[in-house]
Nanobody, 125 residues
């Protein structure tokens, strides 16, 4: 399985960005997808996740109401739309795939089997 992340970049506070993640090598609709981020000097933290069907979504409190996760199983791609960005959202954003065996969507990074290379999001004040 390979995950290819794209998007990200530099935006002013209050602006919007979108990142996407395409999975190849296995059936995309068998994986729950997650987004995590890691800021300099910080540990990797959970941002958002979506179940394999796109029916259930989960968010960290820090991004709830500002970020939207989605997926298009016909395109093998997951998306993270980020609105009302804040300087504290600055981080490398990673997508991850978790093979759905039990119908449980995890917010814990060790539960994810495959990871993308990360894409940098920088929010200037």
């Amino acid at each position: 399985v390979q995950l290819q992340a794209s998007g990200g970049g530099l935006v002013q506070a209050g602006g919007s960005l979108s990142v996407s993640c395409t999975l190849s090598g296995r059936p995309f609709d068998t994986y729950n997808m997650g987004w995590f981020r890691q800021a300099p000097g910080n540990e990797r933290e959970f941002v958002s996740a979506i179940d394999r069907y796109g029916a259930k979504t989960y968010y960290a409190d820090s991004v709830k109401g500002r970020f939207t996760i989605s997926r298009d199983n016909s395109k093998n791609t997951a998306y993270l739309q980020m609105n009302s960005l804040k300087p504290e959202d600055t981080a490398v954003y990673y997508c991850a795939a978790d093979r759905d065996l039990w119908g449980v969507v995890s917010s814990s990074s060790p539960d994810y089997d495959y990871w993308g290379q990360g894409t940098l999001v920088t929010v200037s004040s």
